[in-house]
Protein backbone atom coordinates (compact mmCIF):
# COMPACT_ATOMS: atom_id res chain seq x y z
CA UNK A 1 0.00 0.00 0.00
CA UNK A 2 1.74 3.34 -1.26
CA UNK A 3 1.93 5.79 1.72
CA UNK A 4 1.15 9.48 0.86
CA UNK A 5 1.83 10.87 4.21
CA UNK A 6 2.09 14.90 3.86
CA UNK A 7 1.46 14.72 0.16
CA UNK A 8 -0.80 17.16 -1.41
CA UNK A 9 -4.07 15.91 -3.54
CA UNK A 10 -6.37 18.30 -5.41
CA UNK A 11 -9.15 16.35 -6.75
CA UNK A 12 -12.11 17.56 -9.19
CA UNK A 13 -15.47 16.08 -9.08
CA UNK A 14 -14.71 14.97 -5.51
CA UNK A 15 -18.28 15.07 -4.18
CA UNK A 16 -19.60 11.56 -5.23
CA UNK A 17 -18.77 9.05 -7.02
CA UNK A 18 -15.01 8.35 -8.44
CA UNK A 19 -13.67 11.23 -7.06
CA UNK A 20 -15.17 10.89 -3.81
CA UNK A 21 -13.82 7.25 -3.78
CA UNK A 22 -10.24 8.22 -4.54
CA UNK A 23 -10.14 11.13 -1.96
CA UNK A 24 -11.05 8.92 0.89
CA UNK A 25 -8.27 6.46 -0.70
CA UNK A 26 -5.53 9.09 -0.25
CA UNK A 27 -6.90 10.36 2.98
CA UNK A 28 -6.87 6.96 4.25
CA UNK A 29 -3.29 6.88 3.11
CA UNK A 30 -1.68 9.88 5.26
CA UNK A 31 -2.80 12.66 2.12
CA UNK A 32 -3.89 15.82 2.77
CA UNK A 33 -6.50 16.18 0.40
CA UNK A 34 -8.43 19.34 -1.26
CA UNK A 35 -11.53 18.30 -3.17
CA UNK A 36 -13.23 20.41 -5.72
CA UNK A 37 -16.58 20.78 -6.95
CA UNK A 38 -20.28 22.61 -7.18
CA UNK A 39 -21.70 23.57 -3.55
CA UNK A 40 -24.03 20.76 -3.02
CA UNK A 41 -25.71 19.27 0.24
CA UNK A 42 -23.78 15.92 -0.70
CA UNK A 43 -20.93 17.78 -1.43
CA UNK A 44 -20.95 19.38 2.23
CA UNK A 45 -21.94 15.54 3.30
CA UNK A 46 -18.57 14.05 1.58
CA UNK A 47 -16.22 16.76 3.19
CA UNK A 48 -17.43 15.75 6.59
CA UNK A 49 -17.51 12.21 6.29
CA UNK A 50 -13.84 12.36 5.14
CA UNK A 51 -12.87 15.25 7.44
CA UNK A 52 -13.52 12.34 10.42
CA UNK A 53 -10.44 10.78 8.04
CA UNK A 54 -8.34 13.22 8.22
CA UNK A 55 -6.95 16.29 6.50
CA UNK A 56 -9.87 17.49 4.19
CA UNK A 57 -10.39 21.36 1.84
CA UNK A 58 -13.29 21.25 0.23
CA UNK A 59 -13.33 24.02 -2.23
CA UNK A 60 -16.59 25.46 -4.09
CA UNK A 61 -15.61 25.70 -8.23
CA UNK A 62 -17.15 25.81 -11.69
CA UNK A 63 -14.07 23.68 -13.21
CA UNK A 64 -15.31 25.35 -16.52
CA UNK A 65 -14.75 28.49 -15.35
CA UNK A 66 -10.69 29.89 -15.21
CA UNK A 67 -11.65 32.33 -12.22
CA UNK A 68 -12.98 29.23 -10.47
CA UNK A 69 -9.82 27.13 -11.29
CA UNK A 70 -6.98 29.79 -10.87
CA UNK A 71 -9.34 30.10 -7.08
CA UNK A 72 -9.33 26.31 -6.11
CA UNK A 73 -5.45 26.39 -6.82
CA UNK A 74 -4.79 28.76 -5.41
CA UNK A 75 -6.11 27.94 -2.37
CA UNK A 76 -4.80 24.26 -2.19
CA UNK A 77 -1.51 25.77 -2.52
CA UNK A 78 -2.01 28.24 0.31
CA UNK A 79 -3.30 26.09 2.70
CA UNK A 80 -1.01 22.98 1.84
CA UNK A 81 2.42 25.30 -0.08
CA UNK A 82 2.29 23.24 -2.97
CA UNK A 83 0.46 20.23 -5.17
CA UNK A 84 1.86 16.91 -5.70
CA UNK A 85 -1.08 15.07 -7.37
CA UNK A 86 -3.81 16.47 -9.34
CA UNK A 87 -6.48 13.90 -10.06
CA UNK A 88 -8.51 15.88 -12.80
CA UNK A 89 -11.40 14.17 -12.54
CA UNK A 90 -14.46 16.17 -13.33
CA UNK A 91 -17.02 15.24 -15.57
CA UNK A 92 -20.26 14.59 -16.65
CA UNK A 93 -22.23 12.36 -19.38
CA UNK A 94 -24.10 14.57 -21.16
CA UNK A 95 -27.53 13.78 -23.07
CA UNK A 96 -27.66 9.60 -24.18
CA UNK A 97 -28.89 7.86 -26.95
CA UNK A 98 -28.87 11.03 -29.05
CA UNK A 99 -27.12 10.99 -32.96
CA UNK A 100 -25.13 13.33 -33.72
CA UNK A 101 -27.39 15.13 -36.06
CA UNK A 102 -29.92 16.01 -33.20
CA UNK A 103 -27.46 17.53 -31.02
CA UNK A 104 -28.43 20.33 -29.70
CA UNK A 105 -25.24 23.00 -29.76
CA UNK A 106 -26.05 24.01 -26.65
CA UNK A 107 -25.68 20.35 -25.48
CA UNK A 108 -22.23 19.86 -27.06
CA UNK A 109 -21.12 22.89 -25.85
CA UNK A 110 -22.21 22.22 -22.04
CA UNK A 111 -20.12 18.17 -22.47
CA UNK A 112 -17.60 19.90 -23.52
CA UNK A 113 -16.96 22.93 -21.05
CA UNK A 114 -17.01 20.59 -18.23
CA UNK A 115 -15.00 17.39 -19.44
CA UNK A 116 -11.98 19.43 -22.06
CA UNK A 117 -12.18 22.90 -21.39
CA UNK A 118 -12.17 22.08 -17.01
CA UNK A 119 -9.34 19.60 -18.05
CA UNK A 120 -7.39 22.19 -19.85
CA UNK A 121 -8.44 24.67 -17.17
CA UNK A 122 -6.80 22.38 -14.52
CA UNK A 123 -3.62 21.31 -15.96
CA UNK A 124 -3.30 25.13 -17.36
CA UNK A 125 -3.03 26.25 -13.92
CA UNK A 126 -1.88 23.35 -11.59
CA UNK A 127 1.20 22.36 -14.36
CA UNK A 128 2.87 25.46 -13.66
CA UNK A 129 2.72 24.97 -9.67
CA UNK A 130 4.22 21.46 -10.16
CA UNK A 131 6.77 22.45 -12.37
CA UNK A 132 7.81 25.01 -10.16
CA UNK A 133 8.87 22.11 -7.57
CA UNK A 134 10.13 19.92 -10.57
CA UNK A 135 7.77 17.10 -9.25
CA UNK A 136 4.19 16.01 -9.54
CA UNK A 137 1.90 13.14 -10.94
CA UNK A 138 -1.43 14.25 -13.17
CA UNK A 139 -4.22 12.09 -13.60
CA UNK A 140 -6.44 13.18 -16.47
CA UNK A 141 -10.42 10.94 -16.32
CA UNK A 142 -11.09 10.07 -19.57
CA UNK A 143 -12.97 7.00 -20.55
CA UNK A 144 -13.06 3.55 -22.61
CA UNK A 145 -15.13 6.24 -25.00
CA UNK A 146 -12.23 8.36 -25.48
CA UNK A 147 -10.57 5.44 -27.22
CA UNK A 148 -12.82 4.16 -29.98
CA UNK A 149 -16.78 5.52 -31.36
CA UNK A 150 -19.64 5.26 -29.29
CA UNK A 151 -22.96 6.02 -30.78
CA UNK A 152 -25.47 8.48 -29.40
CA UNK A 153 -22.84 9.89 -26.63
CA UNK A 154 -21.21 12.54 -29.26
CA UNK A 155 -20.53 15.20 -27.17
CA UNK A 156 -19.27 12.95 -24.18
CA UNK A 157 -17.24 11.11 -26.66
CA UNK A 158 -15.60 13.84 -28.52
CA UNK A 159 -14.59 15.04 -25.07
CA UNK A 160 -13.15 12.31 -23.87
CA UNK A 161 -10.77 11.99 -27.15
CA UNK A 162 -9.44 15.39 -26.47
CA UNK A 163 -8.35 14.67 -23.03
CA UNK A 164 -6.00 11.98 -24.71
CA UNK A 165 -4.68 14.85 -26.34
CA UNK A 166 -4.49 17.05 -23.74
CA UNK A 167 -2.72 14.22 -21.91
CA UNK A 168 -0.01 13.39 -24.32
CA UNK A 169 0.80 17.34 -25.13
CA UNK A 170 1.01 17.91 -21.27
CA UNK A 171 3.21 14.47 -20.54
CA UNK A 172 5.58 16.02 -23.27
CA UNK A 173 5.76 19.66 -21.76
CA UNK A 174 6.26 18.41 -18.58
CA UNK A 175 8.70 15.74 -18.89
CA UNK A 176 11.25 18.38 -18.60
CA UNK A 177 10.28 19.36 -14.78
CA UNK A 178 10.45 15.75 -13.89
CA UNK A 179 6.35 16.05 -13.88
CA UNK A 180 4.24 13.18 -15.25
CA UNK A 181 0.58 13.59 -17.13
CA UNK A 182 -1.30 10.10 -17.89
CA UNK A 183 -4.77 9.72 -18.82
CA UNK A 184 -7.63 6.78 -16.97
CA UNK A 185 -9.72 5.05 -19.14
CA UNK A 186 -12.37 3.35 -17.31
CA UNK A 187 -15.23 0.93 -18.48
CA UNK A 188 -18.74 1.54 -17.04
CA UNK A 189 -18.31 2.22 -13.19
CA UNK A 190 -21.54 1.48 -10.93
CA UNK A 191 -22.04 4.89 -9.96
CA UNK A 192 -24.60 7.35 -10.62
CA UNK A 193 -23.62 8.67 -14.21
CA UNK A 194 -23.81 4.80 -15.07
CA UNK A 195 -27.41 4.89 -13.59
CA UNK A 196 -28.23 8.15 -15.63
CA UNK A 197 -27.18 6.58 -19.01
CA UNK A 198 -29.10 3.30 -18.07
CA UNK A 199 -32.49 5.08 -17.78
CA UNK A 200 -31.23 7.38 -20.45
CA UNK A 201 -30.94 4.18 -22.93
CA UNK A 202 -33.67 2.87 -21.41
CA UNK A 203 -36.25 4.42 -19.87
CA UNK A 204 -38.76 1.59 -19.64
CA UNK A 205 -36.05 -0.85 -18.52
CA UNK A 206 -32.82 0.72 -17.07
CA UNK A 207 -32.08 -2.77 -16.13
CA UNK A 208 -32.13 -4.11 -19.44
CA UNK A 209 -29.83 -1.44 -20.89
CA UNK A 210 -27.41 -2.33 -17.24
CA UNK A 211 -27.46 -6.24 -18.75
CA UNK A 212 -26.38 -5.04 -22.59
CA UNK A 213 -23.61 -2.79 -21.23
CA UNK A 214 -22.39 -5.94 -19.00
CA UNK A 215 -22.33 -7.85 -22.42
CA UNK A 216 -19.56 -5.88 -23.64
CA UNK A 217 -17.15 -6.67 -20.88
CA UNK A 218 -15.60 -10.18 -20.60
CA UNK A 219 -15.28 -10.19 -17.14
CA UNK A 220 -19.10 -9.48 -17.00
CA UNK A 221 -19.66 -6.71 -14.35
CA UNK A 222 -19.19 -3.04 -13.94
CA UNK A 223 -16.18 -1.69 -12.46
CA UNK A 224 -16.26 -0.35 -8.90
CA UNK A 225 -14.73 3.12 -7.95
CA UNK A 226 -12.55 1.07 -6.07
CA UNK A 227 -11.15 -0.70 -8.79
CA UNK A 228 -9.74 2.46 -10.73
CA UNK A 229 -8.97 4.24 -7.65
CA UNK A 230 -6.30 1.32 -7.26
CA UNK A 231 -5.22 2.39 -10.72
CA UNK A 232 -5.25 6.38 -9.70
CA UNK A 233 -3.22 5.48 -6.30
CA UNK A 234 -0.67 3.74 -8.48
CA UNK A 235 0.35 6.80 -10.63
CA UNK A 236 0.58 8.97 -7.94
CA UNK A 237 2.97 6.64 -6.46
CA UNK A 238 6.55 6.97 -6.90
CA UNK A 239 6.17 3.25 -7.96
CA UNK A 240 4.91 4.88 -11.17
CA UNK A 241 8.09 7.45 -11.59
CA UNK A 242 8.63 6.55 -15.07
CA UNK A 243 5.83 6.23 -16.27
CA UNK A 244 4.34 9.29 -18.23
CA UNK A 245 1.96 10.15 -21.38
CA UNK A 246 0.16 6.69 -21.21
CA UNK A 247 -3.56 5.86 -21.40
CA UNK A 248 -4.50 3.22 -19.00
CA UNK A 249 -7.55 1.29 -19.53
CA UNK A 250 -9.59 -0.13 -16.60
CA UNK A 251 -12.34 -1.90 -18.42
CA UNK A 252 -12.52 -5.15 -17.61
CA UNK A 253 -11.10 -6.79 -21.28
CA UNK A 254 -13.15 -4.48 -23.27
CA UNK A 255 -10.07 -3.49 -25.33
CA UNK A 256 -9.06 -7.17 -25.87
CA UNK A 257 -11.91 -7.39 -28.42
Known amino acids: MADFQGRSVVITGGARGLGATVA ?37 ADVSQESDVKSYVQQAVEAYGGIDVFFNNAGIEGKVAV ?30 VMNAKKSGSVINTSSVAGLRGSMGIGPYTASKHGVVGLTRTAALESAPYGVRVNSIHPS ?39 DIANLVLFLASDESNFLTGVQYRVDGGMGAH
Open 99 to 128: PLVETAVEDFDRVISVNLRGVFLGLKHVLP
Open 24 to 60: EEFVKRGARVAIVDLDSDEFLATRDRLSKLGDVLAIT
Open 188 to 226: PVNTRMMRALEKGVNPADPEAAQARFTSNIPLGRYAEST
